[in-house]
């Protein structure tokens, strides 16, 4: 089958793989009709993920069909149409019964080496490096799906792929954001990066209560397209973040912040974007964590503080001292995929939202080298890309 590789450091190709084959009883093999290019896989195409090896396939957004089960998957049957969330799991460990999808102990088989980084594993995750398990992504035609009884949702009305696709993650992840905020009515919510996920997470504060929303991000284009959930914005490179927010908020502070960037932040002043850059280039930290930062100082007093960002390792001038002195609360997490997809599905069912708002280019798969390309330099005002094998 075709698939889309990664070849090194910000190189990848389409290359013949061999097939996914059912290797336990509770696999399915999905053939791949929709999947998507997410913010988070430019992390590990410009290696700033460890353990990505050469010959990867990336991908962890994605649908299709199922062509064929394995003897212990009984809820799934050939030609049954699924979206599959992007973080593995078991379905009966402690974290699985507690909810805790991307915390799975069991589906992450190496999670030794995750260990020896992070203290504990989190779960597997689909094209995400050897230390989430080393899973052949979905940016192929064909995927071998672990676990296949307790994560794929079936779509079994007419909807669209293109309006069901990202309950495979963006969705989920941008609700998870806003829901991690506790928003209360009459609330200010504020959000750094105007992307895809942050888009998502505007329009779910919403759907939560919030009274405002102020979303943070440089590229017009994507302040445009935010714009239409209802959010205000605030153009990083034109104001100084902290004091529009103190003045938008009567002088206290956002009721929540969600850092919506994580580890590959920008920097309106040069002198801290080139101190982390460095560092970051030189592999001295792992991060670039300027938005982390700013959100931590803009909350107000006793806020919550809401991290779906992707951060890989280390954080270097963490203002712990903000956090403790102000009573703020940091929450944070690989999206629970599994929790959300009934639930957001029956929204979009609903009409209360569809998630196709976000796509501005669609592809084949053979072309996914060159939607890297656009996604991760913003040509053509990209926003998603969509690709069909
Ligand atoms: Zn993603
Ligand atoms: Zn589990």
Redo the contacts with the bound molecule.
Sequence with gaps: MKANVWTGRNRLEIQDVPDPQILNARDAIVRVTST?I????LHLVDGYIPTVKKGDVLG??FMGEVVEVGPGVRNLHVGDRVVVP?PIACGACFACEAELYSVCENSNPNAGIAEKLMGHAPAGIFGYSHMLGGFPGGQAEYVRVPFADVGPIKIEDDLPDESVLFL???FP?GFMGAEMCDIKPGQTIAIWGAGPVGQFAAASAFLLGADRVIVIDRFPYRLRRVQRTGAEVLNYEEVNVLEALRDMTGGRGPDACIDAVGMEAHHPTPAMYAYDRTKQAARMETERPYVLREAIMACRNGGVVSVIGVYGGFVDKFPMGTVMNRSLTIRTGQCHVQRYTEPLLNRIRAGEIDPSFVISHRMPLSEAPRGFELFKHKQDECNKVVLTP
């Design positions: 998507a997410c913010g988070s896989d962890h957004e992007f495979s993650d963006i992840t």
